[in-house]
């Protein structure tokens, strides 16, 4: 399924970056962003997920975050999150950069862990000026009662801590995986349609700056030419036969 150039970079590499997205967690039954499914009675997910949305109708956006709640709390890390912590536990350095907010690698014992779009575990006040704004915590209800809930600070509306569509990210985080992608020998790219910039640019950088880039993907991408290998393959059967690969036995 692999090269031999592959798997020998990938046992060399002294920094290993993955970037994932939501393909990674297709197996665990979370579905994906850009595959068929998307509404929610008769709304659009991204018609929801925005601040706009919030601020005019913050009870049903918590409906709806209600309702993704429950589906994501029944569900369990797959084969592909189980390896990509095997990596970490193997590889002198690692950092995993991940759109999803379903929070199924850490639950497989990722550690070094960083998340562009949030968590949807946890919750912060949605007035700016308020210091839980920028201070998120464990929410793990399912569902949230009652809806709108509020802020234990300044009484405002708490809100998921997510990336909504028309929002920035948090720079912060953003300058921390873009400096993992830069720094890494080794680059893995797993279960995302690279669209959504900035992640979609982090593998470029990466092979840009000297980094073995590797894509897995059971469909071709837009990066898929500008890989150094572009596996057609499940992540949830690919990473745990590469990880095997390069570190098993
Ligand atoms: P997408 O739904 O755009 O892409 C999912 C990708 O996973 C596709 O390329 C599929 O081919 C691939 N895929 C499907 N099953 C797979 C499997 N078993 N193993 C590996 N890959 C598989 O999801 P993302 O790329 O994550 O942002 O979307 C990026 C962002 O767009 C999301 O984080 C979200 C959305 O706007 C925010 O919510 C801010």
């Not at 993992?180 to 640019?201: H, K, L, M, Y």
């Amino acid at each position: 399924m692999f090269s031999r150039e592959a798997i020998t970079a990938l046992q060399a590499a002294r920094s290993v970056t993955v970037l994932t997205g939501a393909g990674v967690s297709a197996e665990s039954g979370v579905p994906t962003f850009r595959g068929a499914g998307g509404l929610w009675r008769n709304y659009q997910a991204t018609s929801l997920a925005t601040p706009e949305a919030f601020a005019k109708d913050p009870e049903l956006v918590w409906e709806f975050y209600n309702y993704r709640r429950e589906l994501l709390a029944p569900l369990k890390p797959n084969p592909g999150h189980f390896a990509l912590a095997a990596l970490e536990a193997a590889a002198p350095g690692f950092a995993l950069v991940t759109q999803n907010i379903d929070n199924l690698h850490r639950i497989a014992g990722a550690k070094n862990l960083i998340e562009l779009h949030g968590n949807i575990w946890q919750v912060r006040c949605s007035d700016p000026v308020c210091e839980s704004a920028a201070a998120p915590r464990e929410n793990r209800e399912v569902p949230v009662s009652p809806i709108p809930p509020r802020c234990g600070i300044c009484g405002g509306h708490l809100r998921p801590h997510v990336v909504w569509f028309g929002e920035m990210l948090d720079p912060e985080v953003i300058g921390t995986a873009i400096r993992a992608a830069e720094e890494s020998d080794f680059f893995i790219v797993a279960g995302t349609s690279a669209v959504v910039q900035p992640a979609a640019g982090m593998p470029l950088l990466a092979r840009r700056a000297g980094a073995f880039v590797l894509e897995v993907n059971p469909e071709r991408t837009d990066l898929s030419p500008a890989m150094n290998e572009s596996v057609q393959a499940a992540s949830g059967e690919a990473l745990p036969t590469l990880v095997e690969a390069a570190f098993g036995g």
